[in-house]
């Protein structure tokens, strides 16, 4: 490129080799590293490092969050939210079904959180049958405690 860039010191590396660019820039979660792109962010040459600035961090996590559910292939924050719908759940009664935290959904839908792939099969399992969710809502209520005794019974 031609473009007279203004280096200014790295503080990563000490090298007077970072310049503010918008190329892609590596996103890493547990299941890969994914390429964002169009983030003004300053890059230096010298070691590598990419800077961002600390406003654009939660804008580029969610970027990297949608590039990577393209990727892999998981459902999207408005298929989580339009499943949660046809199922008739709230977030928390979702959370119960999968055994997920509190506030889990809710960082699903406004895309600031990757599902796992498990959740992600569970939630399309449910989707597709919904019944299991009443059954498992109800195995959830009667067993109360890891242990309890099985009487046996005329059935
Ligand atoms: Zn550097």
Redesign the pocket.
């Known amino acids: 490129m031609t473009e007279q860039a203004t280096l200014s010191v790295?503080s990563?590396?000490?090298?007077t080799?970072?310049r503010t660019c918008r190329d892609a820039v590596p996103i890493e979660f547990r299941e890969g590293t994914f390429l964002i792109e169009g983030f003004e962010h300053d890059h230096?040459s010298?070691?590598?490092?990419d800077i961002i600035k600390s406003g654009q961090m939660d804008a580029m996590q969610h970027a990297a969050i949608v590039v990577a559910r393209t990727q892999l292939g998981r459902l999207t924050s408005d298929d989580i939210h339009g499943l949660r719908h046809d199922l008739g759940l709230t977030q928390s009664e979702l959370e119960r079904q999968l055994g997920v935290g509190t506030g889990t959904v809710g960082r699903w839908e406004r895309g600031t959180a990757l599902q796992s792939h498990m959740a992600d099969n569970f939630m399309r399992l449910l989707w597709a049958h919904p019944e299991l969710c009443v059954e498992s809502g109800l195995v959830a209520r009667e067993s109360r405690g890891p242990y309890r005794k099985r009487v046996s019974s005329q059935d």
Do not use: R, W
């Not at 990563?12 to 090298?15: F, M, Q, S």
């Not at 010298?46 to 490092?49: D, L, T």
């Open positions: 790295c990563i590396c000490g090298e080799a970072l230096c010298a070691c590598g490092e």
